[in-house]
């Protein structure tokens, strides 16, 4: 039986993500910071969000800014599980961003109780939908090695600790491996994965996500 769908946006029926929510979506365009994606006035290799701090990634992109509109449908995606959303934001990520120069794609593995509770985990989905798209294998490279507390409405300091080291590697990675997950905030998570990735042998870590946060 097939349910009638609603927009993960704007809630009219119709498909999971209809063609005037698809349109409003903020693409983020160069120029960037080359190291984490924020966008800037002219091209830099590094930002005033990235600049001093040590990070396990070369580069961060996203498809969209994390803007209220791409917020609800992350939600809707997150906490509905349509496959559709996961098949729509891949389309989003490939349309953006060019297929990475890498051996592999790997995930942010999913929090075990909160993706029981959902029983679904949107990286791996988004990893999924895009390996099929790049043609690329999809591997699962890292796990969780503690659970970590939401980092929603904690600060940065607080978030880089909340997950460092919450990561490790599962199996040995491929030199050049590219990193998904579905929004980028602080960069926190991205680095603390891709520090993960660099102690299973990767060389060289590109995170991709659907969406960014900018400040
Ligand atoms: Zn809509
Ligand atoms: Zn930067």
Known sequence: MLLPTRCAAC?????????????????????????????SAWPVPRCA?????RIAFASARAAILYDAPARRLVQAWKE???????RDAAAL???TLSRPDVAALAFVPADPDRALKRGHRPAESLARELGRLWELPVE????????????????????????????????????????????????????????????????RVEVVTLARAVR
Do not use: I
């Open 11 to 39: 809630d009219l029926p119709g498909p999971p993500l209809c063609p005037g929510c698809r349109d409003a979506l903020v693409r983020l365009a160069p120029p960037l910071c080359g190291r984490c994606g924020s966008p």
């Open 49 to 53: 969000e990235c600049s001093g701090r």
């Open 80 to 86: 509905r599980g349509q496959r559709r959303l996961a």
């Open 93 to 95: 990520v490939g349309e």
């Open 140 to 203: 699962p490279l890292l796990r969780r090695t503690r659970t970590v507390d939401r980092q929603r409405g904690l600060g940065l300091q607080a978030r880089r600790r909340n997950v460092r080291g919450a990561f490790g590697a599962a199996r040995a990675s491929p030199r050049r491996v590219c990193l998904v997950d579905d929004v980028y905030t602080s960069g926190a998570t991205a680095a603390a994965a891709a520090s993960a990735l660099r102690k299973g042998g990767a060389r």
